[in-house]
């Protein structure tokens, strides 16, 4: 059984059903075992509720309750005490408004210089080639400090002696 047949058995039995739906109700409770289940616990539960609740009264109206709240909150607003604004107020406002972001803005800036990494020497540098037979493949490894060119004919075979290419800088 869905919920939702289940709160309409619950409204059948509270009366808050139209007289059409009702009786459709009644009908599938006097067929459905499951449903027949469920209308006599509920019946049976609020019989124990109403049997058993006890009857609270308030000694005033509404409108007076309510009322004497709205007075207790209207005297607690009087009562907070109206301070004075300081004469420093004004520096403190303008302090937090745009000293905290520029200090916080020098921090991350500060931050950034001492986590990256301050190199001399670039980190790319560019071979060429005077030949448009040669090629070059460069690399470079900052952690260990090793570089490697490799110098190959367009043919791809290597060149066994770089030295006797006319033209080409040696790296220091």
Do not use: C
């Not at 599938?28 to 027949?36: D, F, G, I, K, Y």
């Not at 005297?75 to 604004?85: I, T």
């Not at 980190?123 to 490894?141: A, L, M, N, R, W």
């Amino acid at each position: 059984m869905n919920m939702e047949l289940q709160l309409k058995i619950q409204a059948w039995l509270d009366n808050e059903l139209s007289p059409k739906e009702a009786a459709e109700l009644a009908a599938l409770v006097s067929t459905n075992p499951e449903a027949q289940s469920l209308a006599t616990e509920l019946r049976s539960l609020k019989a124990m509720v109403h049997g058993n609740e006890s009857l609270l009264t308030v000694p005033e109206s509404r409108e007076f309750y309510w009322s004497k709240i709205e007075r207790s909150i209207a005297q607690a607003e009087k009562a907070e005490p109206q301070s004075e604004p300081s004469s420093f107020l004004p520096i403190f406002v303008w302090a937090r408004n745009w000293l905290a972001p520029v200090a916080g803005l020098a921090a991350m800036v500060a931050v950034l210089f001492v986590i990256a990494p301050v190199s001399s020497e670039p980190e790319y540098s560019e071979t060429e080639t005077p030949s448009e037979d040669v090629g070059v493949i460069h690399f470079k490894d900052p952690s260990s400090g090793i570089t490697v060119i490799w110098f190959y004919d367009q043919a791809g075979n290597p060149i066994q002696n770089p030295d006797s290419i006319d033209n080409v800088e040696k790296p220091e």
